[in-house]
């Protein structure tokens, strides 16, 4: 029973009151078709007030309430064809009845009954009574439906808790493991500082002693050199008539290199000259033959272009696409007109489901291994690439050219590399005479390559090392359960854009080979349901791009929804 | 980057520092009169450089003919050919070409297929022409009589026609300062440079020069208006004359300009070469010529022509006009008036009513570059029912096609597109999507393919298919000039070959103007070739109306001639009101260019383009959410009303900007819905007299100076007086409310003095917009989904006295769609209220024998403003039947006024005879 029901009930006596106290009503003018009260109370049954509330009852299904514009709204017989389109104009609208008969028998019926109930927004019909239109009480069918919806929900939801569970379980483990990482990394990153530290200090001694040699040598030379230049003088007549010769060939060619921009100056101010206002009247003097070469001259500017080219420039303008990226664009799309026809009907299925479209680049079993991939290849990112904010197309690569320099310290399982470098320093150290002078060439060579080598590794490990931090230092949710989204990033496809989001670090929008960086990470929102990226590219004429991701289903592991709401 | 397109950009780099003001529109790109060879020639002659006289005056085939020969008999040249005709309504019609005898090397371009057909039946066949002699002329004038009082002059030396009222004052007037000048045809001789260049493209010019200009008076004028497309001011401000700013004449050339300027006289996308003047003494006037070539035009200030020794009537306030022309012949109208709606309805006359558009199209469009895909409709679409939002019209730009082939569908975006268009046509609503002239070039595409073979497209100088940069890349364009190819567009838009559209299904022109990127000055070589060998540069201003006329009759035809079409086009020329609407183009969300849409779009509609209004919320940029919403509030009240927005904008759906914003604006949409009746019936007037929907404030005042030059405020009909807020939180504005009769606001029913100026307080809710004393407004108050919805939803009617306690209105009705109601299958009714009694009456021709239109609809309510409150019932005859009057809000929602007095469900029908009386 709704309140109300009750309401109009409890009112029986005299007048009833409208709800926001515009005005006040008899029985006989609730649902009169008459609007008595603003907030339309006394006409919950028509349309007659705007803005007021339809009450339907559906029983069976949800009661619901409607705006009242939908409340015996017109149907459009007519769109089902001109012929009985034009028939209709014959007919008065209380003949619409057997108009609506004559378009059943004659027409296919299932069409007729989907489009009816488009237009059924009660679905116990209470909203069509003006008679014009039957419509059939689909409460039991359609609360059917929703409760098969919410069945499935449950299932959904279910299952979503168990996914949880397991995740939380392994982020456990994950958190665990590069907890002791980070620990034995420091412990390393302390004995390879000293080691560094040690051959530093014999580098520069080396460093030293050369030095000083060096500063010997170059007395030498310079005693040399004075001698030198007692001989040189006699030639210089000779020599000076040459380099003139050189100067003038200079100039000749800056003239020439710089004729056509002297040129382009002096078209210039003859077009500025031709649009400034002042000049213009001065315009009168100018003959023709003046006015018409500088346009001449500056068609050789735009000449310059091809047809192509200016075409495309001034397409730029409206699309605020540069050229280079429109011309990237249209061979996208031209691969997307030709090629990719394939692929598309093959993941046609995706596509009518779109619930289940995401990919994502990492399949479902996380086993160790990839997580341990997954570390190499964040670390790669983090050492390689220290203006990783501003390319954000590197970090997808994350199985590209980084891995290979990486093998000889990103295995964590392999220690042996340290004690190599710890024997090696040692061996230099003891090997290198570091007062011999003048000092052996190869030794030098040696401690600096040994030098570079360790504090390359150093500052690699130094940036998995924060890397790490960073990484722990996250917000991963309550019970750590982002955890292993840290190195992984999701797809969407939303038509004929891919949307890549990496939670913790960024989120991009991909269209044929241009990707536009709609932000960097950075929160949760909302209890863990949204996360945000902030600060992306700027939107042509507008401010940055942003993107909310919205997890509608957050426990729902399996089907991370990016819904991406691109605000442009 | 190649090292060229790198030079270009050095050479822009220091163009822009040259400025150093840095104006996203590039003008350096579009000629100026300076770089034009015939607009600088002609803009350099002195008054008097005609040395021409009028020869053989005579009377054949019912025209005055006569010959224009040099005063000083000049071997070389030939005599031009004049023509004098004379129309029903005072219309008097000069052409003037070369002689056709003399075998000129070309026959030169006159426009086809706007006049319509029907006027040639108006014209008058003259039987002779009587002789005056004028002041102390060598030469005796002819005289023609043109109906009304008003006479036709040709003074034959000098060379003058002017236009008077009989035997007195002078009205409008042609070569009064002997700048007549035209450029026959002639063969090339040796030596003979007629090649024109413009930033890197040639213009061949193979017929070489071959331009017109001459001047124009119009006496006891104040103001000149009209000559679209331009943003700028209603009234026109002069372009030259003593202590006048340098200025650009008014150019007519249809460009696609990006990010137009707010105030000046460039040419924008189209050009009606239509111009009205207006002065309180006289009235009205009008000229108008009949060219599609570039054209440019000089409003002379006054004292510009001091030292020229002529001397016109001094005791007439004048306005001088230049008018210059690239190509094409003298086809010139003089419209006499003398009131502003009878020169419009000449006008209109000439060159076609404006069409009844389909009833949908008058409410509220929803627009942007792009809606992606049909998830995204939908998801719209489901917001306007949301938030309880009516609309009409759902729009698809470029980005639904495949590939920007137009009559195609992206496969991704939209796999479904029948199946959208039903299930917004369910709730009522529409679609439209986007066809542009530009052609893909690409043999897999079957409208290319039949074009090419066909032979169909544009050719460039050289007789190859003429190829172009579009949105495709590499396009050629349809030769929309030949009636074939118009015929063969036509079949395109059947529900057979279009696939995936619908009956909802209709259709938008862009870029007609044509849009070419990489063509001089964004557009077409004037050296391209159309059928019959005109070039392109005689037909330029009207090759995108060809455009939208085959487009609108591919609608009419895919319905059997049983559907109006809707066809919105950019390109605009003389007679494109018969053929859809038009908006002015790509505006920028700025305050300016939300006060400049005003003029815009009045100044259309007083060259008979009724049916026009600018993108709500402006196309480039992104409205501070008060700037869109005061565009709103404007924007219902365009004619045309239809938001939308550059692709790179941000999403400004009207519940995008906070809960208070969006009732705001569902606010002012639902005005525009409420008001639909009264708009409707206002569509039915322009397309009976060419009045347009939206007016300045002086055609219903004309005799009210203050309202000359206002572009503020403007009229929708005769009864609504609307004043924009074009500023940043404005707190009071001023609004002139003209005439004897009081103002009632429209919101708050409260009374304001006419005649007189109001200082009044500025809210955030709505804009200033008041009834009329004295008039009655159709309404319908109940909130649709859409304005389909509405159809047998009942009226309100209010009614505003005058100081006599009377008032009239009208209503007009149809089943907006078809064109049943050319055959009288309408209600026209009105109101009359009158010694206390309301009387409705039937004002539509008696339909015996022809269709008929039939409508349930009913009255519910009656409102009337400026009544004494004591009535407690009303009598209804001939039902002889007593109803309440009770106290009432004015609006149903949001009512801000006091309450007022309201005959409640009277329950009359629309359609009877009926009368209602105040007891």
């Known amino acids: 029973m709704n309140a109300d029901e009750e309401f109009y009930k409890a009112s029986s006596s005299g007048f009833i009151k409208c709800k926001d106290g515009s005005g006040q009503f008899t029985r006989a003018q609730l649902n009169d078709d008459f609007c008595d009260c603003l907030d339309g109370t006394d006409e919950p049954g028509t349309s007659a007030c705007p803005g007021g509330k339809f009450y339907c009852r559906n029983a069976g299904h949800t009661p619901l309430y409607l705006f009242s514009s939908r409340v015996n709204d017109v149907m459009e017989w007519e769109f089902i064809g001109f012929a009985i389109f034009k028939a209709t104009y014959f007919l008065e609208s209380v003949k619409l009845k057997r108009l609506f008969s004559i378009i059943v028998s004659s027409l296919d019926q299932t069409y007729i009954i989907s489009y009816l109930d488009e237009h059924m927004?009660?679905?116990?019909?209470?909203?069509?009574?003006?008679?014009?239109?039957?419509?059939?009480?689909?409460?039991?069918?359609?609360?059917?439906?929703?409760?098969?919806?919410?069945?499935?929900?449950?299932?959904?939801?279910?299952?979503?808790?168990?996914?949880?569970?397991?995740?939380?379980?392994?982020?456990?483990?994950?958190?665990?493991?590069?907890?002791?990482?980070?620990?034995?990394?420091?412990?390393?990153?302390?004995?390879?500082?000293?080691?560094?530290?040690?051959?530093?200090?014999?580098?520069?001694?080396?460093?030293?002693?050369?030095?000083?040699?060096?500063?010997?040598?170059?007395?030498?030379?310079?005693?040399?050199?004075?001698?030198?230049?007692?001989?040189?003088?006699?030639?210089?007549?000779?020599?000076?008539?040459?380099?003139?010769?050189?100067?003038?060939?200079?100039?000749?060619q800056n003239n020439l290199e710089g004729s056509p921009m002297d040129q382009h100056d002096a078209v210039d101010e003859k077009e500025t000259a031709g649009i400034s206002d002042t000049d213009l009247h001065a315009g009168s003097e100018v003959t023709h033959d003046q006015v018409a070469k500088p346009e001449k001259d500056a068609s050789e500017n735009t000449d310059a272009l091809s047809k192509e080219e200016l075409g495309?420039?001034?397409?730029?303008?409206?699309?605020?696409?540069?050229?280079?990226?429109?011309?990237?664009?249209?061979?996208?799309?031209?691969?997307?007109?030709?090629?990719?026809?394939?692929?598309?009907?093959?993941?046609?299925?995706?596509?009518?489901?779109?619930?289940?479209?995401?990919?994502?680049?990492?399949?479902?079993?996380?086993?160790?291994?990839?997580?341990?991939?997954?570390?190499?290849?964040?670390?790669?990112?983090?050492?390689?690439?220290?203006?990783?904010?501003?390319?954000?197309?590197?970090?997808?690569?994350?199985?590209?050219?980084?891995?290979?320099?990486?093998?000889?310290?990103?295995?964590?399982?392999?220690?042996?590399?340290?004690?190599?470098?710890?024997?090696?320093?040692?061996?230099?150290?003891?090997?290198?005479?570091?007062?011999?002078?003048?000092?052996?060439?190869?030794?030098?060579?040696?401690?600096?390559?040994?030098?570079?080598?360790?504090?390359?590794?150093?500052?690699?490990?130094?940036?998995?090392?924060?890397?790490?931090?960073?990484?722990?230092?996250?917000?991963?949710?309550?019970?750590?359960?982002?955890?292993?989204?840290?190195?992984?990033?999701?797809?969407?496809?939303?038509?004929?854009?891919?949307?890549?989001?990496?939670?913790?670090?960024?989120?991009?929008?991909?269209?044929?080979?241009?990707?536009?960086?709609?932000?960097?990470?950075?929160?949760?929102?909302?209890?863990?349901?949204t996360m945000v990226f902030s600060n992306g590219d700027m939107c042509w004429n507008g401010p940055d791009r942003s993107l909310k991701e919205l997890e509608q289903k957050l426990d729902e592991m399996n089907k991370e929804q990016p819904q991406s709401h691109d605000e442009l | 980057m190649s090292n060229s397109v790198f030079h270009f950009f050095l050479l822009f780099l220091t163009l822009f520092l040259h400025l150093t003001i840095v104006f996203s529109w590039k003008k350096e790109?579009?000629?100026?009169?300076?770089?034009?060879?015939?607009?600088?020639?002609?803009?350099?002659?002195?008054?008097?450089?005609?040395?021409?006289?009028?020869?053989?005056?005579?009377?054949?085939?019912?025209?005055?003919?006569?010959?224009?020969?040099?005063?000083?008999?000049?071997?070389?040249?030939?005599?031009?050919?004049?023509?004098?005709?004379?129309?029903?309504?005072?219309?008097?019609?000069?052409?003037?070409?070369?002689?056709?005898?003399?075998?000129?090397?070309?026959?030169?371009?006159?426009?086809?297929?706007?006049?319509?057909?029907?006027?040639?039946?108006?014209?008058?066949?003259?039987?002779r022409v009587s002789t005056e002699v004028i002041g102390g002329d060598s030469e005796p004038s002819s005289v023609v009589y043109l109906g009304d009082g008003f006479e036709g002059v040709i003074r034959a030396d000098p060379f003058e026609i002017f236009v008077r009222e009989k035997g007195g004052k002078r009205i409008l007037s042609l070569?009064?300062?002997?700048?007549?000048?035209?450029?026959?045809?002639?063969?090339?001789?040796?030596?003979?440079?007629?090649?024109?260049?413009?930033?890197?493209?040639?213009?061949?010019?193979?017929?070489?020069?071959?331009?017109?200009?001459?001047?124009?008076?119009?006496?006891?004028?104040?103001?000149?208006?009209?000559?679209?497309?331009?943003?700028?001011?209603?009234?026109?401000?002069?372009?030259?004359?003593?202590?006048?700013?340098?200025?650009?004449?008014?150019?007519?050339?249809?460009?696609?300009?990006?990010?137009?300027?707010?105030?000046?006289?460039?040419?924008?996308?189209?050009?009606?070469?239509?111009?009205?003047?207006?002065?309180?003494?006289r009235g009205t006037s009008g000229f108008f010529w009949l060219n599609a070539a570039e054209m440019q035009i000089d409003v002379l200030g006054a004292g510009w022509d001091a030292d020229s020794g002529i001397s016109l009537p001094s005791d007439q306030a004048r306005i001088d006009t230049l008018w210059m022309s690239e190509a094409g012949v003298v086809d010139a109208f003089f419209f006499v008036g003398p009131g502003p709606k009878d020169v419009v309805r000449q006008y209109t006359s000439v060159t076609g009513m404006p069409a009844m558009p389909q009833h949908f199209a008058t409410a509220y469009h929803q627009c942007r570059w792009n809606y992606r895909d049909e998830e995204d409709v939908e998801l719209v679409d489901s917001k306007f029912d949301e938030f309880d939002i009516p609309y009409d019209v759902l729009w698809l730009d470029i980005e639904h096609t495949d590939g920007k082939r137009y009559f195609t569908w992206d496969k991704v975006l939209f796999p479904n597109p029948e199946e959208m268009q039903k299930k917004l046509y369910a709730k009522g609503r529409h679609m439209v999507t986007i066809v542009d002239p530009h052609i893909k070039r690409d043999d897999s595409y079957y409208i290319h393919r039949e074009a090419t073979q066909k032979r169909y497209y544009v050719k460039d100088a050289k007789g190859n298919d003429y190829d172009g940069w579009c949105w495709p890349g590499?396009?050629?364009?349809?030769?929309?000039?030949?009636?074939?190819?118009?015929?063969?567009?036509?079949?395109?838009?059947?529900?057979?070959?279009?696939?995936?559209?619908?009956?909802?299904?209709?259709?938008?022109?862009?870029?007609?103007?044509?849009?070419?990127?990489?063509?001089?000055?964004?557009?077409?070589?004037?050296?391209?070739?159309?059928?019959?060998?005109?070039?392109?540069?005689?037909?330029?201003?009207?090759?995108?109306?060809?455009?939208?006329?085959?487009?609108?009759?591919?609608?009419?035809?895919?319905?059997?001639?049983?559907?109006?079409?809707?066809?919105?086009?950019?390109?605009?020329?003389?007679?494109?009101?018969?053929?859809?609407?038009?908006?002015?183009?790509?505006?920028?969300?700025?305050?300016?260019?939300?006060?400049?849409?005003?003029?815009?779009?009045?100044?259309?509609?007083?060259?008979?383009i009724s049916f026009s209004g600018a993108d709500v919320g402006g196309y480039f940029g992104n409205p501070e959410p008060e700037l869109l919403v005061r565009w709103y509030q404007l924007g219902a009240y365009y004619p045309f009303f239809r938001a939308h927005a550059h692709q790179d904008t941000k999403r400004r759906e009207p519940w995008l900007f906070g809960e208070r914003n969006t009732e705001i604006m569902k606010d002012a949409i639902r005005m525009r819905y409420i008001l639909l009746p009264y708009f409707y019936t206002l569509f039915r007037e322009a397309n009976t007299t060419g009045v347009p929907v939206m007016r300045p404030l002086w055609m219903e005042f004309p005799y009210d100076e203050a309202t000359f030059s206002n572009d503020d405020a403007f009229m929708v009909g005769k009864s609504l007086l609307v004043q924009g807020i074009f500023t940043e939180k404005a707190k009071s504005v001023n609004v002139y409310m003209p005439g004897e009769q009081a103002w009632y606001d429209l919101r708050t029913g409260i009374t304001y003095k006419g005649a007189s100026s109001h200082k009044l307080e500025v809210l955030e809710e709505s804009i200033p917009a008041f009834q009329r004393a004295g008039a009655i407004i159709p309404r319908k108050d109940r909130l649709r989904r859409s304005s389909t919805q509405m159809v047998n939803d009942p009226y309100t009617l209010v009614i505003a006295l005058n100081s006599s306690k009377a008032a009239e209105g009208e209503l007009y009705i149809d089943d907006g769609k078809s064109f049943e109601f050319e055959q009288g299958a309408y209600i026209h009714r009105r109101f009359v209220f009158s010694d206390g009694k309301l009387t409705s009456i039937n004002i539509a021709p008696s339909a015996s024998g022809r269709s008929r239109f039939l409508s349930n609809c009913i009255v519910e309510r009656i409102i009337l403003l400026g009544h004494s409150s004591g009535p407690k019932s009303a009598l209804i005859k001939p039902a002889n039947q007593k109803v309440d009057v009770e106290l009432g809000p004015l609006w149903l929602r949001g009512s801000k006024g006091p309450l007022v007095l309201t005959i409640r469900r009277p329950n009359v029908r629309i359609a009877d005879d009926w009368t209602i009386k105040i007891l």
């Open chain 1, 121 to 252: 927004d009660c679905c116990d019909g209470s909203d069509e009574y003006d008679g014009s239109i039957k419509c059939p009480n689909t409460c039991w069918e359609t609360g059917k439906v929703a409760r098969d919806k919410l069945k499935r929900k449950i299932a959904t939801y279910k299952e979503g808790l168990n996914l949880r569970k397991q995740v939380i379980e392994r982020a456990k483990l994950t958190v665990a493991k590069d907890e002791a990482e980070l620990s034995k990394l420091k412990s390393e990153e302390t004995t390879l500082k000293g080691l560094v530290q040690q051959l530093k200090e014999h580098k520069e001694q080396i460093e030293k002693v050369e030095e000083k040699e060096r500063l010997e040598k170059e007395k030498e030379d310079k005693k040399r050199e004075e001698d030198a230049e007692k001989s040189k003088a006699k030639n210089e007549d000779e020599k000076e008539v040459h380099i003139q010769d050189e100067s003038a060939t200079e100039s000749t």
């Open chain 1, 312 to 529: 495309r420039l001034v397409a730029s303008r409206w699309t605020g696409e540069s050229t280079e990226k429109s011309k990237e664009d249209t061979t996208a799309k031209d691969g997307h007109d030709h090629n990719v026809q394939t692929p598309e009907s093959t993941h046609s299925e995706d596509y009518d489901a779109s619930d289940d479209d995401n990919q994502m680049y990492d399949d479902d079993d996380d086993d160790d291994d990839d997580i341990d991939d997954d570390v190499d290849k964040s670390m790669g990112e983090d050492i390689g690439d220290e203006n990783h904010d501003n390319d954000p197309v590197s970090s997808y690569t994350s199985d590209s050219e980084n891995e290979s320099d990486l093998s000889d310290i990103a295995t964590t399982s392999n220690p042996s590399w340290l004690e190599k470098i710890q024997r090696t320093v040692r061996n230099i150290l003891q090997a290198v005479n570091l007062f011999q002078s003048p000092v052996n060439i190869s030794d030098a060579a040696h401690v600096r390559k040994e030098y570079e080598n360790a504090s390359s590794k150093l500052s690699k490990l130094q940036s998995r090392i924060s890397s790490l931090t960073r990484k722990l230092e996250n917000d991963f949710g309550p019970a750590k359960e982002f955890y292993s989204f840290y190195d992984r990033c999701f797809e969407n496809k939303q038509n004929k854009y891919v949307y890549k989001i990496c939670p913790f670090k960024q989120a991009s929008q991909e269209e044929g080979h241009s990707t536009t960086n709609l932000g960097r990470w950075e929160k949760f929102e909302d209890s863990y349901r």
């Open chain 2, 29 to 127: 790109e579009f000629r100026n009169c300076n770089q034009t060879p015939f607009c600088k020639k002609a803009r350099s002659r002195k008054p008097g450089y005609c040395s021409l006289i009028a020869n053989d005056i005579s009377v054949v085939d019912g025209n005055v003919n006569a010959k224009l020969i040099p005063k000083t008999s000049d071997q070389d040249s030939k005599p031009l050919i004049l023509t004098l005709s004379v129309y029903q309504d005072g219309i008097l019609r000069l052409k003037i070409d070369e002689d056709p005898n003399l075998n000129p090397p070309k026959k030169r371009f006159e426009v086809p297929d706007v006049i319509v057909p029907e006027f040639e039946t108006k014209k008058l066949w003259l039987q």
């Open chain 2, 175 to 281: 070569n009064s300062h002997g700048l007549f000048d035209f450029e026959q045809l002639r063969a090339k001789k040796e030596g003979d440079d007629w090649e024109e260049n413009f930033r890197g493209h040639t213009d061949t010019r193979p017929y070489g020069p071959q331009s017109i200009s001459f001047d124009v008076s119009f006496y006891e004028s104040e103001f000149v208006y009209g000559i679209p497309e331009h943003a700028t001011r209603l009234g026109l401000k002069p372009t030259r004359g003593p202590g006048i700013d340098h200025s650009e004449p008014y150019r007519l050339f249809n460009l696609d300009v990006f990010e137009f300027l707010h105030e000046s006289p460039f040419g924008l996308y189209g050009s009606v070469p239509f111009m009205l003047a207006h002065g309180k003494s």
């Open chain 2, 474 to 608: 590499s396009s050629s364009y349809l030769d929309m000039l030949s009636p074939e190819v118009r015929d063969w567009w036509v079949e395109k838009f059947s529900l057979q070959n279009y696939v995936g559209s619908t009956p909802s299904l209709y259709i938008w022109n862009d870029m007609n103007e044509p849009s070419v990127f990489n063509g001089p000055e964004v557009t077409m070589p004037r050296d391209a070739l159309h059928y019959g060998g005109a070039e392109h540069r005689e037909l330029h201003n009207a090759y995108g109306y060809y455009f939208h006329m085959a487009t609108s009759n591919g609608l009419v035809k895919r319905s059997n001639g049983q559907d109006r079409p809707f066809v919105l086009s950019r390109a605009i020329f003389p007679g494109t009101q018969r053929f859809g609407a038009v908006w002015t183009g790509d505006n920028t969300a700025d305050w300016d260019q939300l006060r400049v849409s005003v003029s815009m779009v009045l100044t259309l509609g007083l060259t008979g």
